[in-house]
């Protein structure tokens, strides 16, 4: 096991992948974390390819530098427009024995256990939506499982949830738009993938207007277990991760307002650091 400081790095635009980091913190509180939110530039969402490769690209290479051999992007916009770019094109050039990995394939792989109908719908920021990748993972991942995915972009969700509004009247009245969007695009719909990792915080009021008997997948638990068994699978990689509980936040914001708000996301008080991007 490495002596060094070599934390595993998350990496999201904003508040949204610490809802990931709250269940890599209960699941493996003995690994290092370090977190890395751009919330000075979020939300990605609705950014452009080449933005959000630069983006998340400029924030891996951060978290790099402070000795991360992994990054896991808890960011579904990130995993759809920047992930696949930065495995195949930028790591074996730069850092050919570091990893990056996303949040999509492990949703993917596991609504296979929740959908008996094959119908899954998707709820995801207009990137992620417009990327495709959840479909094209879904065909490739789930087999014969998943016969139809329907996807509802979600535009106004991630600002609602970047300002705290989680349970106005104004939330409930988006929430309840594209809810009912999607299962009137496919009524057959039994799954739903939560595919933005800043929307379990809107839970209460998703559960308000997805009709009983759906399941809702949210990514933190199943990102959580792959993780495990990705670490299982790669002991070379379990060995350069550090191990002595330690967790730093970083953002791109202020501090004070950072702190302030992540509390929501990670039900606890956190001590941030401001940094810079570029
Ligand atoms: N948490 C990000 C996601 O999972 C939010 C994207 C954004 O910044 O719009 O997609």
Redesign the pocket.
């Known amino acids: 096991m490495t002596d060094k400081f070599q934390p595993i790095g998350v990496f999201?635009?904003?508040y949204?992948?610490l809802t990931i980091l709250k269940e890599f913190i209960q699941d493996m509180p003995n690994y290092d974390f370090v977190y890395l939110g751009d919330n000075a530039r979020?939300?990605?969402?609705s950014r452009s390819f080449e933005v959000v490769y630069e983006y998340t690209l400029q924030a891996v290479q951060k978290l790099f530098g402070m000795g991360c051999q992994l990054v896991i992007l808890a960011?579904?916009?990130a995993s759809a427009k920047a992930l696949r770019t930065i495995q195949q094109n930028d790591l074996p050039r730069l850092f050919p024995d570091r990893r990056v990995l996303g949040?999509i394939r492990p949703a993917v792989e596991s609504i296979g256990d929740y959908t008996s109908n094959g119908h899954v719908g998707i709820l995801?920021?207009v990137?992620?939506v417009l990327s495709n990748s959840y479909p094209i993972e879904l065909e490739k991942w789930a087999g014969g499982k998943v016969v139809k995915t329907t996807q509802e972009a979600c535009p106004i969700w991630?600002p609602l949830v970047e300002n705290n509004e989680l349970d106005s009247s104004g939330t409930e009245y988006f929430v309840a738009k594209n809810i009912r969007n999607l299962m009137n695009a496919d009524p057959e719909i039994d799954s739903i993938i939560l595919?933005?990792?800043?929307y379990p915080l809107l839970m209460p009021v998703i559960k308000k207007f997805v009709p009983e008997g759906i399941h809702i997948l949210e990514q933190g638990k199943v990102v959580s277990v792959k993780l495990k068994e990705y670490l299982f699978r790669h002991p070379e990689m379990d060995q350069e991760c550090s191990k002595s509980g330690n967790v730093k936040y970083f953002s791109t914001e202020n501090t004070e307002v950072f702190e302030k708000n992540a509390t929501t996301f990670i039900g606890k008080v956190i001590k941030g650091e401001k940094i810079i991007l570029k």
């Not at 979020?42 to 969402?45: C, I, K, L, R, S």
């Open positions: 999201d635009s904003g949204g992948g979020a939300p990605y969402g960011c579904n916009t949040v995801g920021t990137g992620t991630v595919g933005c990792t800043h």
